[in-house]
């Protein structure tokens, strides 16, 4: 009873993390699952050095990383891109955000979020991922530059 | 004319007119993207994914013992342990630190993390007394920076092994501690270097 209530706390947030890393639905439903069984089976383990949902959404990103059959590919920018200069509409919201989010290249797209949405250090990032943490901040600045262009789009 | 003087008469370049505009642009374009960042929806699993996970936990677990001898077998390839021998003769004040880091290539026994706690212990205790017996040399900033690093290296080697404890034999995260420990070794021998002089 008690891990149903735990689950049902977290399963919202926790999948929505698996998805936007994953961009799959099944995958995300998969990882998710995948996460909460290990969480429970390991639950003594865990020993308060942070909060129950941070444990709970580390195991979960690191389920999504897993599902991800390929190696991550790191996109790198066109030399071209910097001469398009763009404007973004104040009046971007959240869903729209989500929705360019999920158009971008798997590997600047799952690096994305971990840093910017999830709030993981470079360094946090590069271990999951095994990339350099210059690796990691040159994705995160990749993908803001694709959302500035992807946004700028939008009307 | 030498080399300062022609670096110090180098020209100055403009950059695009229209530079200013761009990064303007950029600016403002993030702020709108961070603000939205805080607006992102969230969406639920599907209906049934508590029963699934309720029928996986009702299954017997089943532990390969080769998962647990894989992983410390892997950390073992290069796991770096230092060894720290302080010599302290009576008769002056001279102290001679033997350092040692030596990648350790067999594979390791369970008692081999005892063992590696035991010599970290013993080189953060030397440190420790290291200053508080020279504590101006320990109110350097390189001194300062390089402890910290280590206590965030440390912090960052007890969450990987907690995450161990979970992904038994996930190699990125093997890998991570294999750079962990590397980096502590690199920062304590450094350390000690520094507080040896």
């Known amino acids: 009873m008690a891990q149903r209530l735990l689950f049902e706390r ?19 439903n998969d990882a998710l699952q995948d996460a909460f069984v290990e969480v429970f089976r390991h639950l003594d383990s865990f ?27 790191f996109e790198t920018l066109d030399e071209q891109f910097h001469d398009q200069p763009v404007e973004v509409p104040d009046t971007i919201t959240g869903a729209v955000l989500d929705a360019a989010i999920r158009s971008l290249p798997d590997g600047a797209r799952a690096v994305f979020v971990l840093a910017e949405v999830e709030g993981y250090k470079h360094h946090e990032i590069a271990a999951m991922l095994n990339i350099s943490e210059g690796t990691s901040k040159s994705q995160v600045s990749y993908a803001r530059k694709l959302l500035r262009k992807k946004l700028s789009e939008f009307r | 004319m030498n080399w300062t003087k022609a670096l110090q008469q180098l020209p100055e370049h403009e950059p695009r007119p229209d530079l200013w505009d761009r990064i303007d642009a950029d600016l403002r374009a993030d702020a709108t993207i961070d603000r939205a960042l805080d607006d992102l929806p969230v969406f639920d699993p599907k209906a049934d994914a508590w029963e699934q996970i309720a029928g996986q936990l009702e299954k017997p677990v089943v532990r390969a013992l080769w998962k647990y001898s894989f992983r410390w077998a892997a950390a073992a390839a290069a796991v770096v342990t ?19 880091t030596e990648v350790v290539e067999t594979e390791l026994t369970v008692a081999s993390e005892p063992l590696q706690s035991a010599a970290d212990q013993k080189v953060e205790r030397f440190i420790d007394e290291q200053c508080a017996q020279q504590t101006v040399v320990c109110q350097k900033p390189e001194v300062k920076e390089l402890k910290q690093h280590l206590n965030e290296l440390s912090s960052r080697k007890e969450a990987v ?15 991570a501690q294999i750079k962990i420990e590397n980096e502590r070794a690199e920062v304590t021998k450094e350390l000690v270097r520094i507080l040896t002089i």
Do not use: C
């Open chain 2, 161 to 175: 092994e907690q995450e161990l404890l979970v992904f038994g034999n996930d190699p990125a995260l093997v890998q």
């Open chain 2, 82 to 100: 230092g060894a720290w021998l302080v010599v302290r003769p009576a008769s002056d004040e001279k102290v001679t630190i033997s350092y040692q």
């Open chain 1, 47 to 73: 020993r308060f050095q942070s909060t129950l949902g941070a444990w709970i959404k580390t195991i979960v990103v690191r389920q999504a990383l897993r599902k991800q059959q390929l190696e991550w590919r």
């Open chain 1, 10 to 28: 977290y399963k919202r947030a926790m999948f929505s993390v698996a998805l936007r890393i994953l961009n799959d639905n099944d995958h995300a």
